[in-house]
């Protein structure tokens, strides 16, 4: 019975290197599968890893009809054995749905790689479809880290440097973008606490380079 995986994990914890590595895991052994992916970090219609792997993938946009899709290219002849759907917190919950029934009613089997919540710690509607609808959801064992060496469990979003938490929903960015003095848009994870606080990794530098006061008085 083909199933609807969901992995998911903070940014910077290898979803996209996993989801290249699930896709030629299947290829090795001669399964013919498609990949799609919604606001890559590059801009581009691929897949990319920070580790520096690529693929070309299909831009799954707002209109996209998953269930149309895969029914017109089987009726045309050709063959579907798997989808890699990365970025799936960028879906629509319609769109998670028809995933579902690609699944139960093609057998064709779902490996779906997202973030569960957004800089603002509320979930990704399609994040939250999945959690809901998938067979198996896994969470990635490889831990991103906080800046103080904690486990990194929220998304933060900084703007010229400020952590903000008001906004569109999705902005494009980086998280190694996020250190440079000049980034418009970037990407931190960070623990709960330092989250709560608004403090990244800029800002406690800034911190602790400030000078003391002089003991005196």
Known sequence: MAQLTFWTGTMDAGKSTLALQTNHNHAA???VGRIFTSHDRTGGAHISSRLGLTHDALEVTPDFDFWRYTVDALTRGSRIDYFICDEAQFYSPEQVEAL????DELQIDVFCFGILTDFRTRLFPGSARLVELA???EVLQVEALCWCGKRATHNARTENGVMVREGEVVVVGDVEAADEPHADVAYEVLCRQHH?????AARAKAVSLAPEPLPFG
């Open 29 to 31: 052994r001669g399964r």
């Open 196 to 200: 709560r606080r608004g403090l990244t």
């Open 135 to 137: 067979d198996r959801t």
């Open 100 to 103: 579902a029934k690609v699944a």
